[in-house]
Structures are given as structure tokens and as C-alpha cells.
């Protein structure tokens, strides 16, 4: 079944829900959505029969790079078995498939030439041509896949970006050709922090016989306060009723100008970085958007999170975040995680990453409640405006 997507509520003011559906999954995933990130498939801590922990349906988006199975099977032999969701028994799961990986496959630009795209892996830095992407697809059968990109940092000349703008366009028009005839297509949108050629490129895709749009280009050392603007030049010339997808913006207030711009589908790196360097997540839910009027200051914490690593957690035997009905908030308590991560078990990590996932997958929940009641500029100004504040406080302090 082919991918099926419809636009429920849009403003004017900003954000918009939707409704998608791949056939593998067990309902409608509503939009705006986080992707989770994966290694090889599964999420980076929590194990195949943990997944079902987690949120129904929303937790059902995967998001894969390619590039992770040239250390391990040949393409040819995941084929064989069945692709990608017969080898994992994810049969009830949407895989989305991008090059880029912003934890594992990095984009590098400087070895990208006009044959292929380049990427820093753990083989090692290589040079994938449009052939071999495609070929890679087709064997392991996402419901989702994007053609192959030449993203470029924030600080190449006009002339280099130019250039990986035609070459996006070029190789998107070879996958189209190519046709693997798996999945839906997203075609890549690149241009650097110029509004020109990020327009012109977005117009370019639009023309193209795809199913939705990828956004790439973002995390690479643009100015924050450029983006608006940025999001703006693409998503002004791209059809309503085609889905958007994103990569690079992963912190709260990112996800918010995100959807305030009109974007459907995110990555989820965010959570890896937090869930590897100790962090939980605990920023309120408040459907106004206050984070902290429930939350209390303590030493290894700065209300949006708290670090799981640090002392004062050694006795504590409180749950991460009190009304959270995550797996791990229900059955463990902060001084076992606390324990977990000084004896170094991973165990540490799993119990982390559901919480940190659940309450992520959440923060969506509570956003499209807010778009729905036309009242989520409201929800970003005020969640903004008490994380400003906060940092303002506590510079105050310091």
C-alpha cells in the first residue's frame, strides 16, 4: 500500500495536522511527527520488545540510513530475506529512509563531485553515486525514501552551493529514471542559507512526480535566526497536500519553528545526544506551554532536563518525572538509573532513551492538541518566552 497523506487542520497563524498512513503501520499516524532514529534499523538503546512500550501508533515511524548496512549484510542479501521489515520483524512499523545520518553519516561535502554524494561513515568517508543509492533502496524496501543529496555547510561560497543545488535536482531526476518501485518518494530540497537558491530549488522538486518533500541543510552552521526565513522561501512554493520532512532540527524551540512553519516530519537525534550523555528529559507538558511552573530547581538539573549521572540522584527514589507513565517512570526510580550508570551498564541507556522517547512523542501530542484548538502560537510564544526567562534567571544568579 502506498503512502496516504491528508492535511486535517491548518492556520493561517502557523502549524498545520495531518494524517498519514503506511501500510505496515497499524493506524493513522497524525502529524506533525518525530521519526524515530535508528542504527541499523532499531532505535540506538531499546530492544524489539521494549518498542511496543511506547506510544501506539505515534512510535511507529522509523527513520534508517542506507549507508549503516555497508558494514554489515549485502544489500543483495536483505533483499533475499525480504527487506528490511521481514529481517527486523518489524512488520507493523513505517521505515523512512535518508542518506544522512546527522549521529553516523555525516554529509561531507569537500569529497562530493558530480558522480555522487559524499559521507563519513563508519567504513570510513564514501563516495554514493545515484545508482548504487537507489540500488540499496530497492533491495531493502523503506515505506519511505529520499533521493540522494549534496548538502553543503553554511560557509561555502555562492558558487559551491549553486552547485550543490543542480546537482540535488540532477540526481533526483536520475532516481526518478531509475524508478526502484518501492516506497514513496521525497525529493531533496538543499540551497545552503541563501533564500534564492533555496527557493529555486524547492520550485525545481515541486515539479517532480514525488510523494512529499525533504528539507535538507539545516544543522550545518546557519545562523538560528536565519531559518525562519529560510523555511519560509521553501515552504511557500511546495503543494499543501504533500507531506514535509526535516532533518537538523531536533531542540524543543527548533521543533516549534518547525511546525510553526509548516513541516510534518522530524528526526529524533536530539534524543540519542541527551539519552548518551545521561540526560532525562523533564520539561512540563502543560497544555499552555509553560515548562516550568510544576518543576522544582535542583543541583543537576536546569528544569528542561536533569543529569541522571549526577550525585545528588544516588538516594533519590523518585521517578524521573512524577505523572510520566513511561515504562520506566512506572518501574524504576532515579537512584537505579543513577546506579546503572556508574557500574556502566546499558541498561542505563535503555531505561533513558524509552523515557526521554515517550516524553518527546508526548510533547508532539500536546502540540497538535494545541494546533487543533488554534491556540498552539499561543502554546510557542509562551513555551518559549518561560524558557527565556528561566536562562535570564539563572544568569542572574551565576
Known sequence: MQMKFVVKKAWSSGGRVG?????????????????????????????????TSLPSPDSHLLQISPLHFLEGLASTTISKLGGLHQMLALHQYGIAAIARDSIQCLPESKGTTKLGASFETPCGRLLIKPKDYVEMISCMKPNIWVTLADEVPAWVSDKRNKTSVDRTVRWLDDCLKLNPAVGSIFGSIVGGPNLDERKRCAEEVAMRNVTGFWIGGFGLGEDIDERPALLSAIIDVLPDEKPRMISGLGLPEEILAGIDAGIDLFDST??????????????????????????????GSDLTKINLRAKVYRKDMSPILGNCTCYTCKNHNKAYIN???????????????IHNTHHYLTF?????EAIKDGRFEKFRQTFIESRRAHHEREALCA
Open 19 to 51: 494524517a498519514l498512513e503506511i501500510g505496515s503501520c497499524p493506524g493513522s499516524i497524525e502529524t506533525p511527527a518525530l521519526l524515530l532514529s535508528t542504527r541499523k534499523g532499531l532505535p540506538h538503546f531499546i530492544s524489539p520488545d521494549l518498542l
Open 270 to 299: 536530539y534524543i540519542y545526544a541527551l539519552t548518551l550523555g545521561g540526560f532525562g528529559l523533564t520539561f512540563s507538558l502543560d497544555k499552555s506551554g509553560n515548562q516550568y511552573q510544576s518543576q522544582k530547581n535542583q543541583i
Open 339 to 353: 546506579h546503572l550508570f556508574n557500574v556502566h551498564e546499558m541498561l542505563a541507556q535503555i531505561l533513558l532513551e
Open 364 to 368: 508532539f501530542h500536546v502540540i497538535r
